[in-house]
């Protein structure tokens, strides 16, 4: 998966959890409030079924004992005390749920319609012991003076108390909408944070996006060059090859062919000259063994220009040290300093070394017009570093071409995993540094 699949999931991931926990939220919100309006519209619905209930036992109430008064015998004096005896029980069940609906604000209010209620009930006793005479004497009076006054406060404190109720059901609406609105503030906030932090995770998606499009865009063109890169070192490449084919080629033609062809026609002569006066055939005998050895010559330095048997027979610092003072015989003057051991070098890192030098020697002698070469390696530990300078005109390292010749030895370089910096100026010559890693085994 790449990274832009990676970076579009999570943003897309981000918002559906910020969708999803924002809903969650809500939907709680929501449920909480949805059941604290059921349960105030149930309660204020009980406490007006109450209140409607003990208005109907009062009026009951009213009817037994207008009953009980109305009946000429006393017969049934137990039964109508019964009556209202029970409903009083119902009424004290009711006044205990009323005071559990209504809370503590209201509890005064309920005492007192409490304190009538019983008063009204306890009033009514001693009319079931009362005589048929004392019925018709006393009971117009009685129903006028005690029940009648008693039962109307009774109703009064009923309605006051549904007045309490209603007061209760607006203050617990008034709390409801406080919440609704704050539910609604919520739901806003949320919103804005949803809608806020969807803007953001956009924002930065599409930033990473962009960024990941530059990025793929300069990784494209960077590809793009290398390839190029790659076309235009393996024209050179060839091009190189096919110099150092006709340069050795033309030294093996000019130099080793005609001095082999000189030989051969000396030879042809020493057979003839074997019997020609004293010193003639010496003479031609000490020719011939000249042009043999300048013939060795010719080929030995081939030999040591593609590679020197030196550097396996001998080691890098030999190989150096000829290659310094053959250097310093031809074109420019080198000062060489080898410090540390490197006997026991890889043969990778001792050809490396020798290809690094012999190509930095052969660019002075070309370009930098140099009048003193200075070669230093060191061996520290498990890092053997490099450094060759020059005198000459420099270049503008950042605006200059690389040529095939630097490229290789920066692949040599790499190979190996160490690092090869250039650093020069016009006018104050140049400076080629390079660090190698030493492996552990060998340091």
Same mark, same amino acid.
């Given at each position: 998966m790449s990274r832009t699949q990676i970076v579009v999931l999570l943003a897309l991931g981000s918002?559906?959890?910020?969708?999803?926990?924002?809903?969650?939220?809500?939907?709680?919100?929501?449920?909480?409030?949805?059941?604290?309006?059921?349960?105030?519209?149930?309660?204020n619905q009980r406490v007006e079924r109450i209140l409607a209930d003990l208005r109907s036992d009062i009026h009951l109430s009213g009817i037994w004992v207008r009953d009980f008064l109305l009946d000429p015998t006393h017969i049934g004096a137990d039964y109508y005390r019964q009556q209202?005896?029970?409903?009083?029980?119902?009424?004290?069940? $009711?006044?205990?749920?009323?005071?559990?609906?209504?809370?503590?604000?209201?509890?005064?209010?309920?005492? @007192?319609?409490?304190?009538?209620?019983?008063g009204y009930w306890e009033s009514m006793e001693p009319l079931f012991d009362w005589t048929p005479q004392q019925k018709v004497a006393f009971s117009h009076s009685f129903l006028r003076n005690q029940i009648l006054p008693r039962r109307q406060a009774i109703l009064e404190m009923a309605d006051h108390t549904d007045d309490l109720n209603q007061a209760h059901w607006r203050r617990q609406r008034e709390a409801l909408d406080q919440s609704q609105t704050q539910f609604r503030k919520s739901i806003l906030v949320t919103l804005g944070v949803v809608l806020t932090l969807g803007v953001l995770v956009a924002a930065v998606s599409?930033?990473?996006?962009? !960024?990941? *499009?530059?990025?793929?865009?300069?990784?494209?063109?960077?590809?793009? +060059?290398?390839?190029? @890169?790659?076309?235009?070192?393996?024209? +050179?490449?060839?091009?190189?090859?096919?110099?150092?084919?006709?340069?050795?080629s033309r030294e093996l033609h000019d130099e080793v062919g005609q001095?082999?062809?000189? =030989? !051969?026609?000396?030879?042809?002569?020493?057979?003839?000259?074997?019997?020609?006066?004293?010193?003639?055939?010496?003479?031609?005998? @000490? *020719?011939? $063994?000249?042009?043999? *050895?300048?013939?060795?010559?010719?080929?030995?330095?081939?030999?040591?220009? =593609?590679?020197p048997s030196m550097l396996d027979d001998l080691g890098l610092g030999p190989a150096l040290e000829w290659l310094a003072r053959d250097f310093s015989r031809r074109a420019v003057p080198v000062t060489l300093a080898v410090e540390g051991p490197f006997d026991g070098l890889p043969e990778s890192h001792s050809t490396c070394v020798y290809r690094v030098v012999q190509e930095a020697l052969t660019n002075c002698a070309r370009h930098s017009r140099a009048s003193q070469i200075r070669v230093a390696i060191h061996r520290h530990g498990? $890092?053997?570093?490099?450094?060759i300078q020059d005198d000459g005109v420099g270049f503008d390292p950042s605006g200059a071409d690389t040529g095939l010749g630097l490229i290789g030895l920066q692949e040599r370089v790499r190979e190996l995993g160490g690092s090869m910096t250039i650093a020069s100026q016009p006018g104050k010559g140049t400076a080629l540094s390079v660090e190698i890693p030493v492996p552990e085994s060998v340091a």
């Open positions: 918002m559906i959890a910020l969708i999803v926990i924002s809903g969650l939220a809500a939907h709680r919100r929501a449920g909480v409030v949805f059941m604290r309006m059921s349960e105030l519209h149930e309660s209202l005896r029970r409903l009083r029980a119902d009424q004290e069940a $009711r006044l205990k749920d009323l005071a559990r609906l209504l809370g503590a604000a209201e509890a005064s209010d309920l005492r @007192e319609l409490s304190t009538e209620l019983a599409v930033i990473q996006l962009a !960024r990941l *499009e530059r990025r793929g865009d300069r990784h494209r063109r960077r590809i793009e +060059q290398t390839e190029q @890169e790659l076309r235009r070192l393996s024209q +050179q490449l060839v091009k190189a090859q096919e110099e150092e084919r006709k340069r050795i001095k082999l062809t000189a =030989l !051969r026609v000396d030879l042809s002569r020493l057979g003839r000259l074997r019997s020609s006066p004293d010193g003639v055939f010496d003479k031609r005998l @000490e *020719e011939v $063994r000249r042009l043999t *050895e300048e013939t060795m010559k010719v080929v030995r330095d081939l030999a040591m220009g =593609l590679r498990t $890092r053997a570093s490099l450094v």
